[in-house]
């Protein structure tokens, strides 16, 4: 499981910046990468910091041809339900406080696993997860290589088959059920 595997923001780069990046899609580690540097230039993103229990807030911080990297604020009740991302990989640095990474598994349901501040993962875009922020005033930087367009929501229906909703990369994310 990608948050499992956590590590820490301090073992990156915080100098990496966004014009150095290579003109092509990025792999999971180097989303990582950018994902750590974004998080540790608070100057690029701390006064976009705001805090909403109804609706989580979010704002995008650079979009380009090959990545999308977005600030994502988060309370105790904001729960992105079950999603994918499509085509894209990704990679989570959480700045403050904590979030909780949910993984579905046939065998025991939901598989949880906390990623506190300074932990930083990523995953490929065969990866399925449900974050939320298990504290109030939990921080993150998402970075998401091709960029995000589309993303696919899952719900379970009445007669208790998964089925997926796709949804815009625009949409904020919620549980569907």
């Known amino acids: 499981m990608p948050a499992e595997a956590a590590a820490p923001l301090a073992s ?5 910046r966004i014009a150095d990046l290579p003109e092509r899609d990025l792999d999971p580690a180097e989303l990582e990468a950018l994902a750590a540097a974004v998080a540790q230039q608070p100057e690029a993103w701390e006064h976009l910091v705001a805090f909403d229990a109804d609706e989580r807030v979010y704002a995008s911080l650079h979009r380009d041809a090959h990545v999308d990297v977005w600030l994502l604020c988060w309370t105790p009740e904001n729960d992105t339900g079950w999603h994918d991302h499509d085509v ?6 959480v700045v403050a406080g904590e979030l ?3 993984n579905l598994t046939l065998l025991h349901g939901a598989r949880e696993t906390r990623v506190g501040a300074g932990g930083v993962f990523s995953f490929g875009p065969d990866h399925i997860h449900r974050l939320n922020g298990a504290r ?24 208790g088959v998964l089925r997926r909703v796709p949804v815009s990369y625009a949409d904020e994310l919620r549980p569907l059920d």
């Open 88 to 93: 894209s990989s990704g990679a989570v640095a």
């Open 136 to 159: 109030p005033g939990s921080v993150s930087v998402h970075a998401y290589s091709p960029p995000l367009w589309r993303m696919g929501q899952y719900s379970v229906d009445p007669a």
């Open 100 to 102: 909780v990474e949910n």
């Open 12 to 16: 990156y780069d915080a100098t990496l």
